[in-house]
């Protein structure tokens, strides 16, 4: 059965604090990506990445960075978490084919305080 | 530039009565189009998906959507609806080259008893 996981349901981090949201797959997917979903907004792709030690800007890259450094694992940080990056985060993965659908993992809430 | 626009964000249906939530996209080449849905505090789970082979797509659970490149629609439909399916249900996009999902806002489900 296909698994993306998560490595946190529900986080609570300080202003200022550096934060690691972990992502793992165990499809053998070339693609990973992040997003984030607040209402009203729907799903906006933070970074994504085809490979080992690849990265992509999304359309909103600001205040973040990913690392890649196992092709199953794919990691979103967050420099100095400010209060407006309260949000659901999303990791998903797919094959290489961009015709191919994305899996998506149970998602981390995070509240920043 | 590709898009999709769900023309409602919130449908109210009666147990056992049809389905319909509307969604039309906008692309310059063949789109592949999906609608997932995401119940509360659950990820995101693929519904059906069209990728040019046949205009009716079935998915899981008895729902279907036809794309119907004329009115460049894909409205999401299901005969009966259960209780069950109540929760977020959203049309997406790939985006051709880079393979991320452009979402929709999102259609919010509600079934009465």
């Known amino acids: 059965d296909v698994k993306v996981t998560q490595s946190s349901r529900y986080l609570v981090k300080r202003t200022g604090e550096k934060v690691f949201l972990e992502c793992v797959q165990d499809?053998?997917?070339?693609?990973m990506f992040w997003y984030r979903q607040d209402p009203g907004l729907g799903l906006r792709l933070i970074y994504f990445?085809?490979?080992?030690?690849?990265?992509e800007k999304g359309d909103i890259p600001e205040g973040y960075s990913v690392s890649r450094e196992k092709k199953e694992r794919f990691s979103l940080i967050l420099e100095s978490a400010s209060t407006n990056q309260t949000s659901m985060y999303l990791c998903?993965?797919?094959?290489?084919?961009?015709?191919?659908?994305?899996?998506f993992g149970p998602g981390t809430r995070l509240t920043v305080l | 530039a590709q898009s999709v626009t769900q023309l409602d964000s919130h449908v109210s249906v009666s147990e056992g009565t049809p389905v319909l939530l509307r969604c039309n996209y906008s692309?310059?080449?063949?789109?592949?189009l999906f609608w997932y849905v995401q119940h509360p505090n659950k990820g995101l789970q693929l519904l059906l998906k069209?990728?040019?082979?046949?205009?009716l797509v079935k998915g899981i659970n008895g729902f279907e959507a036809e794309f119907k490149k004329s009115e460049t629609s894909f409205h999401l439909t299901k005969p009966s609806a259960h209780m069950s399916d109540a929760a977020e249900y959203f049309c997406v996009v790939i985006k051709r080259g880079r393979g991320d999902l452009i979402f929709g806002k999102g259609t919010k489900l509600s079934v009465k008893p």
């Open positions: 998903a993965s797919s094959f290489r084919k961009s015709y191919n659908e994305q899996f």
């Open positions: 692309s310059s080449y063949s789109p592949s």
């Open positions: 069209y990728t040019s082979a046949a205009t």
């Open positions: 499809m053998d997917h070339e693609n």
């Open positions: 990445s085809y490979d080992v030690k690849m990265k």
